[in-house]
């Protein structure tokens, strides 16, 4: 029996699992970031929809320090039809310089996906982030919701870069302190 098919398949996997993803083209990512003011929890305020995130609401991404520099990611989110929450942790770490939000984040195994800040504000209150193809796109806030003008901003900021802002479903989130 021959094995060299099957190392060959084995061989290739293995390189795609492990290469280091990238933003997509002719988009670039926040160079000057700050790391240490990006932890804490964010709100998704809205996103290109995906499978992981299926039907989810009031979903939050919490980033904290681990001890060997990378990050814990916990992705927290309600499932309306199941009645129940959803969480998932892994790993993220930069895919270079510390200076530039280029990461890559992994939720099993040896399997990484790309993590790229490509706008945020100067108090890292919101952003927008992608994966390593314009089919991943997340806006993010430090509050559950995002005043119109800003909002506004970061989707044409969004869609001068090509992403089909179209299709951006956006969140529910629950009342924050003041609205109550």
Same mark, same amino acid.
């Given at each position: 029996?021959?094995?060299?098919?099957?190392?060959?398949?084995?061989?290739?996997?293995?390189?795609?699992?492990?290469?280091?993803?990238?933003?997509?083209?002719?988009?670039?990512?926040? $160079?000057?970031?700050?790391?240490? %003011?990006? /932890?804490?929890?964010? &709100?998704?305020? =809205? !996103?290109?929809?995906?499978?992981?995130?299926?039907?989810?609401?009031?979903?939050?991404?919490?980033?904290?320090? $681990?001890?060997?520099?990378?990050? %814990?990611? /916990?992705?927290?989110? &309600?499932?309306? =039809? !199941?009645?129940?929450?959803?969480?998932?942790?892994?790993?993220?770490?930069?895919?270079?310089?510390?200076?530039?939000?280029?990461?890559?984040?992994?939720?099993?195994?040896?399997?990484?996906?790309?993590?790229?800040?490509?706008?945020?504000?100067?108090?890292?209150?919101?952003?927008?982030?992608?994966?390593?193809?314009?089919?991943?796109?997340?806006?993010?806030?430090?509050?559950?919701?995002?005043?119109?003008?800003?909002?506004?901003?970061?989707?044409?900021?969004?869609?001068?870069?090509?992403?089909?802002?179209?299709?951006?479903?956006?969140?529910?989130?629950?009342?924050?302190?003041?609205?109550?």
């Amino acid at each position: 029996m021959r094995l060299w098919p099957l190392a060959a398949v084995a061989a290739a996997c293995l390189l795609v699992a492990c290469r280091t993803p990238t933003a997509p083209k002719n988009v670039s990512v926040v $160079k000057n970031f700050n790391v240490k %003011r990006y /932890l804490g929890t964010w &709100y998704e305020i =809205a !996103r290109l929809d995906n499978r992981f995130e299926k039907n989810l609401e009031q979903v939050t991404a919490t980033y904290s320090l $681990k001890e060997d520099g990378d990050i %814990r990611v /916990l992705n927290r989110g &309600y499932d309306p =039809a !199941r009645q129940r929450w959803k969480e998932s942790e892994g790993t993220a770490r930069f895919t270079g310089s510390t200076r530039h939000a280029a990461l890559k984040v992994s939720f099993f195994g040896p399997f990484w996906g790309g993590y790229n800040v490509i706008a945020l504000d100067k108090h890292y209150q919101h952003a927008l982030v992608c994966g390593p193809n314009r089919s991943w796109l997340w806006i993010l806030s430090r509050s559950p919701r995002l005043d119109a003008q800003t909002r506004n901003a970061l989707v044409q900021q969004a869609q001068r870069q090509g992403f089909d802002v179209s299709q951006l479903r956006w969140i529910k989130q629950p009342p924050s302190a003041s609205e109550r």
